[in-house]
């Protein structure tokens, strides 16, 4: 595709409110908890992108009936059992959290699966998820530097206690995801506290999983009955992030982003803006198995920021952001323990470091984070942004040229489908708003 001219030189800032897409995440799991579940899983607000269309391509392939029609989802789940052995390679095309958890899905089934994945993904480390599942006896075989393509030999598995190496909610899952079929109960032991959807859902559809006070240890009791369930996919927080830091960042906006997922393993951003003096109220809240709000924020002039370790996993995906946050403020943030960010999409670390620098924001790369001194205006070095066909720094930095002095255009948009498909749509939506009512 060609490059995107981007929306620059907001005057008006951003009003009225928006219904982000459906929670990435949350529409992968349930997907495939439906496809091991017994009977008809429905999915609402289903988030039809790249990435979750890999994970709904996989499943069919594997030999369960989908249909979709727009953002509704029905799957015709078989049990724990009934994968069916796939005719071809499955493609994760994007998708780090099709392939990682769908090793553990597969790694119990009595066939075996290959998974290729795009450039990209193909650069992305697996062993985090080969060699802990190794320990439950799974057989992942992967290229000799840990990458895609794999092949996972299904076969039957024990039930294990499992020390987790990396914060990761992928490797977490899969985890859970093969001790469900193991022989014996298992208990995984995380290093941090990451978003915890998949234990959440999977209580839903009735399998015994308990998380103990220490929000750390995972208890799994294998062999479920799992029974197909209606799952109502809350908007995305890491989508609705984008236009939080928009209203945040431009002057006369306030906007309402509705039904946005407040689960407190995501709501790392939310706290983050708190922190830099951000303008920022939950309404609306509502209870279940994934708690959502609406958040309605309004422009701020922000302080620096630091962050370290043990508040990454909470706003991973937000992080990029972050940067922008902390480049609009006065002063320096500090950005530490990210290192998980270099193997993202992006090494994220060096995309947003080589792109905010074209904006003139001044910008130090650590190997765990970034240094950045903010200032509150911005002088163009170079006005040709790039995605580097990563999703989250294209429409990281479609959000930052709303404050450029010059015209700016981005090259690769198309990879912001991977995410969010309707990404410029409702962010122009937001923008016609604020002119019209500015006039
Ligand atoms: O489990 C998930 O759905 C995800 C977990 C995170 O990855 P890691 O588990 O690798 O940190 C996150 O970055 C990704 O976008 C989605
Ligand atoms: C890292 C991401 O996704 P995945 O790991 O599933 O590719 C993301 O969406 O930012």
């Known amino acids: 595709m060609e490059q995107k001219k981007l929306t620059t030189h907001l005057q008006h800032g951003l009003n009225g409110a928006l219904a982000v897409p459906g929670d990435k995440s949350i529409s992968h799991r349930a997907l495939m908890l439906g496809a091991i579940a017994q009977g008809t899983t429905t999915i609402k607000h289903f988030l039809s992108s790249a990435d979750c269309l890999s994970t709904l391509r996989a499943m069919q392939d594997l030999g369960i009936k989908i249909t979709r029609d727009g953002d509704n989802v029905s799957v015709e789940g078989k049990g724990l059992t009934g994968l069916k052995k796939p005719e071809h390679p499955l493609n994760m095309g994007n998708s780090g959290t099709t392939t990682r958890l769908l090793m553990g899905l597969l790694a119990g089934q009595s066939f075996e699966t290959e998974l290729f994945g795009d450039t990209s993904l193909q650069k992305r480390p697996m062993r985090r998820v080969s060699e802990p599942l190794a320990e439950m006896g799974a057989s992942i075989l992967t290229t000799s530097t840990g990458t895609l393509p794999a092949k996972v030999i299904g076969k039957p598995l024990q039930g294990a206690q499992v020390k987790l190496k990396v914060a990761s909610a992928q490797v977490k899952s899969a985890l859970i995801l093969a001790a469900l079929q193991a022989k014996t109960p298992s208990t995984i032991i995380e290093k941090l506290p990451t978003r915890d959807h998949t234990e959440r859902m999977l209580q839903e559809f009735g399998a015994q999983i308990e998380t103990a006070a220490d929000h750390l240890t995972i208890t799994v009791q294998p062999q479920p009955r799992l029974l197909g369930q209606t799952v109502i996919v809350p908007g995305d927080i890491s989508s609705a992030a984008f236009f939080i830091v928009a209203a945040t960042i431009s002057k006369h906006s306030e906007i309402v982003l509705k039904n946005v997922n407040i689960n407190e393993t995501r709501t790392g951003i939310l706290s983050v803006l708190q922190k830099m003096g951000g303008n920022l109220q939950l309404e609306n809240k509502s209870t279940g198995t994934e708690p959502a709000a609406d958040l309605r924020v309004k422009y701020a002039t922000l302080s620096p920021i630091q962050l370290d370790e043990k508040e990454i996993p909470a706003v991973i995906d937000e992080l990029p952001l972050v940067a922008l946050l902390a480049a609009c403020a006065h002063g320096r943030s500090i950005l530490r323990g990210a290192q998980e960010l270099r193997v993202k999409e992006t090494d994220r670390i060096a995309t947003v470091a080589q792109e905010l620098r074209k904006l003139g924001v001044l910008v130090q790369e650590l190997p ?50 991977v995410s969010y498909p309707t990404f410029f749509s409702d962010l122009e939506s937001l923008i016609t708003l604020g002119e019209e009512e500015s006039k």
Do not use: C, Q, T
């Open 368 to 417: 765990d984070g970034l240094i950045i001194d903010g200032r509150p205006a911005w002088d163009i070095n170079d006005p040709v942004l790039d995605s580097h066909g990563d999703h989250r720094i294209g429409m990281m930095m479609a959000i930052a040229a709303l404050r450029s002095p010059e015209a700016l255009a981005l090259k690769k948009p198309e990879a912001i489908a």
